[in-house]
């Protein structure tokens, strides 16, 4: 893979390997190389064999000696890598069938749903086209994305960042768990399924994308595993988690491709971003229902709005190896040598969990105050309304003290109390 490019704009030689591209003059360089070819002009960087009078094996080849730069992934590192244009991915005649076929069945279950749909909607100033265009009430429109081949996480970015300032919220549609535009805009991963299946009405359930808040009292009694003693006892703590349909307690029932386009569209369901606590640079994107939505926010005490702005990943982190530049042409070479088998991102595990702290055990007759997320994390767990809690009487803890089925003491202290 070539690791060297020249850049005909100010003439010089770009070493990719370098951490300062081997000008620490020009801070926004790595910037300027990586835009994509649609914002800039193609013929901005050069194979260095070609402008050096060498042979290009692509232009040999009937090709133009044009470059981009993209990230490569090779045995776990990010190298920046230098290849031929085209750099457009080239759809198969079955996945350009797919694509057509899951646009028309989103279109017509819109229409036969009284929604407003349009097929290649085009934004104002014709930067991005939507797949389809759902309009619902007040207004709202989702601009669904099939994406069925690999697209650069840049473009997703810029396209979504658009849709979203153009007042259209993105949908992004995958068919692989590796699909880079996972975790990078709202989407939703369909099964890899035939186009006349597609066509004729089969069965597509959402696979990934659409998630349930689940919110339990770590304790004895719960079928949960505690999420921060990573399953070594319970922690008495409220735990809050999204979880897949199929691993809820109770299981939900799945979601169809249907039903996510008449809900999105009405609001029913909406996108949620969740930051990673963990290392705060990275999160997750989901559409999830409305109230689980607005419970989340009462927990978290926050609303993340959908990022505009890219969030890099560990995964995405260039790798600089220092090399001397191999002036060779590699076109041919690239694809084989420049990108690993892509990671899985569709992992499916819980994610975006919060832990509230226990109320604290009262020793006198002094009430303890309650605060709202605490009240509010309490009455998600318990499944009764806010008004209905109290402190339990002998350990102080959050319970149903009021209301139908009501008692004194929570079940743990009721177990304690009835063993003595």
């Not at 981009?68 to 090779?74: E, P, T």
């Not at 014709?126 to 429109?141: E, K, N």
């Not at 399924?193 to 009694?221: F, H, N």
Request: glycine share 10%.
């Amino acid at each position: 893979m070539a690791n060297g490019v020249w850049h005909t704009g100010y003439g010089i030689e770009i070493n990719l390997s370098l951490p300062d591209l081997g000008h620490p003059d020009r801070p926004d360089l790595l910037r300027e190389i990586t835009a994509s070819v649609a914002e800039r002009d193609p013929q901005l960087l050069e194979c260095l064999a070609h402008h050096e009078g060498r042979e290009c094996l692509s232009e040999s080849g009937g090709k133009p000696p044009w470059m981009f730069v993209r990230r490569g992934r090779v045995g776990g590192r990010r190298p920046l890598v230098a290849s031929h244009l085209p750099i457009t991915h080239r759809a198969t005649p079955a996945e350009s069938a797919q694509h057509k076929a899951t646009k028309e069945r989103i279109v017509e279950t819109a229409s036969r749903s009284g929604l407003g749909a349009v097929a290649e909607a085009s934004t104002a100033n014709r930067r991005t086209i939507s797949d389809a265009l759902v309009t619902g009430p007040g207004g709202r429109r989702i601009g669904w994305e099939i994406q069925y081949h690999h697209l650069s996480p840049s473009s997703v970015h810029r396209r979504s960042v658009n849709a979203v300032q153009h007042q259209i919220t993105p949908l992004w549609v995958a068919k692989d768990r590796t699909a880079s535009l996972i975790d990078r805009a709202p989407w939703a991963r369909v099964d890899d399924m035939p186009w006349r299946d597609i066509a004729g009405g089969k069965e597509m359930v959402i696979r990934g994308g659409y998630r349930y808040l689940q919110v339990w009292k770590c304790v004895t009694s719960c079928d949960r595993h505690c999420p921060v003693n990573e399953g070594a006892g319970h922690c008495g703590n409220v735990h809050a988690e999204w979880f897949l349909p199929a691993l809820c307690q109770p299981e939900k029932k799945p979601v169809h491709l249907e039903d996510l386009v008449v809900s999105s569209a009405t609001g029913e369901s909406v996108p949620v971003y969740v930051p990673n606590r963990g290392n705060g640079r990275a999160g997750r994107h989901m559409w999830v229902p409305a109230a689980d939505c607005e419970r989340w926010q009462a927990l978290v005490g926050e609303k993340v709005p959908l990022p505009l702005a890219p969030v890099q990943e560990e995964d995405d982190e260039i790798t600089f190896a220092e090399q001397e530049i191999d002036r060779m042409c590699r076109a041919g070479e690239e694809g084989q040598f420049g990108s690993d088998a892509r990671p899985i991102r569709d992992m499916g595990q819980p994610t975006g969990g919060v832990t509230l702290p226990r109320m604290p055990v009262q020793h006198s007759r002094t009430s303890t105050l309650i605060t709202f997320v605490e009240r509010a994390a309490a009455s998600a767990a318990l499944g009764c309304p806010p008004w209905e809690l109290g402190p339990c009487a002998e350990c102080g803890q959050l319970m149903r003290r009021y209301g139908r089925n009501a008692a004194m003491f929570c079940a743990v202290c009721r177990a304690v109390l009835n063993g003595r």
